[in-house]
């Protein structure tokens, strides 16, 4: 056997005779020998200059007799260029590693073969260090022992690409305090002892456009800067998809950018294009897919992508997989967890998890593909109906409404209206895409039910710009089932919305025709709504008589069906029109009335409007004490109730009354507060001497005031019709 002193140097370079346990074994090396087994540098990278500094840093960080070598594990998705970035690194460092350069391709996840056993990639590295023959132990301890020995006093740079799982590499990790260890793996392999970790993603479209003009040629590129930036989103930023184009681009010098642009524009071709030669997108991810198949472990995951692939949602959450799948709840995180971990989905944070573009063509492809059409139908029936119910209990929580569920619903999950609006919030895209997967498919009821249940909650935060196609769609699929009530109650709601965008001639023709279309569903007592909002709008638009004509309509029909909170309803929106034609007197009366009417512990918001319906009466009137009074409340009962549009309303009324109170840092806090957080900036310095025109003069609306005193906010242009203070009635 060799002295300890033997065992404890690079042996591969220094030692011409090794002395194994039997002469068969006995190798010569008749010349010092130094692997530099570096694949060639991709002449093409670009950009990755944070991951480049980090693993330069890396590798030039000690290790210690206690730790080991210092190893770094870059996982990421197939395609995202950890193999390119890694060898890139290594080729601008190779030289200080006097011992050499070892890579080995453990096949992990590549297309068509096996990924290599620790045995197998023991046999590779053992002759990398100059063994061969019978001089590699064939028992895979021995020969990770042998390994580790001729590794311990040596300075080395091992690659280990493509790594399958931690199983496969520790086994491979060299011994020496003088090695550096690179890893690239789809899996994150949390569980290797004394590894940093990077996690690679996507380029973004600066670092992916430059990598698509140095791949096609910057004059390309340059010809057409559209085309190429909409072939870098069709990318996604995955440096594969994008060599691939560049490789197409290359093989035909006759086709435009924009050409190849149309053609990956195609949802269902873009995978076919993103396929060149032995380069492949589909390929690439099949083998990740492939191999949760073969895991005991992957199975429900397995299953799950194609599954996942049926809906069209920005975001995957545990509650709405569980519906889709009809398991139970942990088993669906659980199967989602695992996707995270193979790189087929990504957090998209808590409890919340999204795909790649082009992972979820290919799940939607695997649907068509794996699922019978039995299973795609219940699949999606189930996540519809999850949705349908847990929007209507959040309506129901969120509104007083009078509108019945299109379903049986179960107890409420939302203990509060604070909880519930956090879901909608969390779920709002979710639920205008599953809206729109609903209306084109084949079951116009839970279509119908989602875009009526979205109505209500979505107006509570202001999100009015959403619904309109989505009611315009809406309408057009009740009228095809000759769902006529349904029809009739998405067409009041349509002018609802078109009022709130400012487009008042359209919200009067919509409300029009809901007056007929209650009629033909003989519904006449539900004419309420379209009346009221008819009502409004012509407040709005300073056509007050006709205003007050089309209110007295609707409360007459109210006291015919006994509809006391509609009725109150209406009388606040009365309000408005009697102190815009100068009735102060009967508006104070009202509204102080409206106020004493709301039942104690009864819904805040409704509390809340009253109040405000009662400053905007005072401000009017020159009252600016009691309108603050007024406001005050308001603010407080609207921010409880969690109606975030009419809360910020009344804040931005009171502002301009503690303004007009001469109280400028006050006014400047509550106007900075009615803007959504995203939209909030410090307020500039005020400007001393500065009035607002008093009510009824030329630029009395809140959108003038702000761009007067704070600079005009798309936030309050888009507020300024519900800013008048009238009150839309959810139902007739």
Known sequence: MPSSAACTRPSWSRTPV??????????TVSEPYTPAELPDDTHAFTARATEIDRLRTALGAAGGPARGPAITVIDGPGGIGKSALTVHV???????????????????????????T?????RHLLRSLGLDGTAIPADPGEAAARYRSLTAAGDLLVILDNARDVRQVRPLIPAGPGCRVLITSRNLLPTLDNADHLHLGAMDAADAAALLARLAGPDRVHAEPQAAERIVDLCGGFPLA???????LAARPDWSLSDLEARLADATRRLDMLEYADLAVRASVAVSHHH?????????AAHLLPLLGLLGLPTHTPAATAALTGWPHHRAEAALERLQDARL?????????RFHDLLGLYARERAQQDLQEEERTAAVRRTLHHYLSTLWMASTMLSDTALRSPIELPDNIFKDPAQAERWIHGERDNLLAVTRQALAGPDPATAIGLAIGLHWPFCYQGWHAQLADIHTQAIEVADRAGAWEEKAQLRSFLGWVYRDLDRYDAAIAELVTALGDWDRAGLPQRKVGALNNLGIVHTIVGRLDEALGYLESALELTDNVGRPGAAATIRNN?????????????AIAEARRLVELVPQGGPLAEAGIAHGSLGDVYRYAGRPQEAMESYTTAVRLLHESGNRLKEAVSRWCLGTTLHDLGRHSEARQQWEQSRPPAARRPPPHATGGHRHPGPGRTGDT???????????????????PKAEGVMPLITA
């Open 702 to 720: 809140p959108a003038h005031q702000e761009h007067a005193v704070t600079g005009a906010a798309p936030w309050w242009a888009q507020l300024r």
């Open 242 to 248: 994008l060599r691939i184009v560049g490789a197409r």
């Open 345 to 353: 989905l990504e957090s998209a944070g808590p409890d919340r998890y």
């Open 118 to 122: 620790p045995a197998q990639a023991l």
């Open 18 to 27: 090794l002395d194994l346990t039997t002469p068969a074994q006995q190798v």
């Open 574 to 586: 009365r309000v408005h029109v009697y102190y815009r034609q100068g009735r102060f007197d009967e």
């Open 292 to 300: 949760l198949h073969e895991e005991p472990t992957g199975h429900d």
């Open 90 to 116: 290594a080729h601008a460092v190779a030289a200080r590693f006097t011992d050499g350069v070892i890579y080995l391709n453990l096949h992990g996840s590549t297309p068509g073969l096996d990924p290599l």
